[in-house]
């Protein structure tokens, strides 16, 4: 049995979506966010230890998250008409590869990139924290010494107390729901700009849909349990069907808490990310086969 | 057309199909604790529009920091309305976060009471009333955050102590520490108790107070000062028979006292 289409062609495009994107300096995000992170990890020493610690982790989750979006959105959204721009659409598709084919290399492609950057930020992360932690934990012991309080039931205690704000597994499965949440923002500007008429556009409608979709919840219960009128209830659910669900993906609040996150949560995540990259998938192929090139 | 058509139709089959996927997931990740209520929208009159949008964003933490540090910077420019305001931000924005609550409740009832009670700019009458509403107002905080986070054995020993220290209400700091031993198993939380119990007026409470010291008493480890000074009062006051009566830890030395420092 033959598959209808070509791993390694598909592998070959996604590659070059990744050289493509690295050529317009887009991982210089890094820098940013390493020196965001060593900022956090070192200012306001006033705080309690614990304060620190969730400082640097909520600062650096929320760089996390902004640079995911930012990403997804705008690398995304500049692919297609780049393509056009300098006309390397037509090279390929004047070669036997099919459209869906491009789409499918272009999204594995950015998905590539902010997989691996997302990995480069969480490994320089987890470097800060775990830093942080340990100078944390000393430096609290040698308080309990210098005052005289430093018994082994005493320093257990700062112990357990600093390390559930220090470095835990649970934080790396914060950083793949954020990667969930990037994808199904990747796979929509996609699927947005097949039928956009100008970059900006596609990038505006993204950042407005996602908006949306992070208060899709909101939306959702309205449109379930609300006791508006017809038309109220007919324009959320409208919304609620159009948007995507950005909050299913936001537990990073919670992990940073400590929450643990379950092997059905991540299952729920998963799920849900991959419909919807699938679904939107197939709408950019309907709408990429038809357009005029 | 017919392609367009084609991705309108596939668009809204992924849309009503993925709505009671996305429900279940929700309501699972409510209850386990991975996702936090919705936001209420009257935060919206609170937060400015970028705060609101960055928090429905998946940046609650971030903005729940940001509001804690200018809570922080308010403390320090001894602003109790504006620390007050923003703490409860920031508690509602992260209300399973119990170190926000802890601080929150422990600027009002010490840190802003303290203020007021000292404030020489104000009659005594006021000062009172004033420290007194504050106390309240962190003993408000604490039990908000017990909504959240029932058993929390940081905000059950803060409301014990806020109790015992600032709003001098033993049966109520008893009941607290109470809690704190039924969480924790730790005995000294019910000696805690006991000596609360003991400050009261109740002698139903009294006796509630003997059972517990004289079962801690059992434990050789746990006969502090304190619990046996407050083991002899409960034995007058509850009239124990001599017989079932501890020893008196007092050596009768003629024309000599030797005082019990009232450590824990």
Known sequence: MTLPFSIPRIWTLATATVTQLLRMKIMAFLLVFSVIVVAAGFAFPVMNPEQQLKFLKDVSFGALQLFSVVIAVCATALLLPRDLEDRTLYTILSKPVPRFEYLLGKLLGVLILIGAGLLLMDIAFSAVLWLREKLVLAQSVAALKAEGTATAESIAQVEAFVGKQGLTWNLHLGVVAIFFKAAVITALTLMISCFASSTLFTIVISFLITIAGHGQGLIREYFLTGHAGWFKKLLSALLAVVTPDMGVFDIVDNVINGELVTLAALGFMAAIASAYLVGYSVVSHLLFVEKEL | ?264
Not at chain 2, 126 to 135: P, W
């Open chain 2, 1 to 264: 057309m017919k392609r367009r058509l084609q991705a309108l139709v596939v668009l809204l089959i992924l849309g009503a199909a993925k709505l009671p996927l996305e429900e279940t997931a929700t309501q699972h990740f409510r209850t386990t604790g991975l996702l936090s209520a919705p936001l209420s929208l009257s935060l919206r009159e609170n937060l400015s529009q970028m705060g609101f949008a960055a928090s429905l964003g998946g940046l609650r933490s971030l903005v729940a920091t940001i509001t804690y540090l200018r809570a922080y910077r308010e403390w320090e420019n001894v602003n109790w309305a504006k620390v007050d305001g923003l703490l409860q931000l920031t508690t509602s924005l992260q209300p399973m976060y119990s170190n926000y609550w802890d601080e929150a409740s422990w600027h009002m009832a010490y840190n802003a009471a303290s203020y007021y009670e000292n404030d020489e700019k104000v009659n005594a009458f006021v000062r009172e009333k004033l420290a007194k509403e504050h106390v309240q107002r962190g003993i408000a905080i604490l039990l908000e955050g017990l909504r959240y986070l029932p058993d929390d054995v940081r905000l059950w020993n803060s409301l014990a102590e806020i109790y015992e220290r600032r709003s001098k209400e033993p049966r109520q700091a008893a009941v607290a520490y109470l809690q704190v031993y039924r969480l924790t198993g730790n005995n000294r939380y019910a000696r805690f108790a006991a000596y609360q119990y003991v400050q009261t007026t109740d002698p139903e409470l009294w006796k509630k107070a003997y059972e517990l010291l004289r079962a801690a008493y059992e434990k050789k480890s746990q006969r502090t000062p304190s619990l046996i000074e407050n083991l002899k009062t409960l034995e007058e006051r509850l009239n124990i028979p001599l017989m079932k009566r501890i020893p008196d830890p007092r050596p009768k030395i003629e024309n000599a006292t030797i005082e019990v420092k009232p450590g824990r």
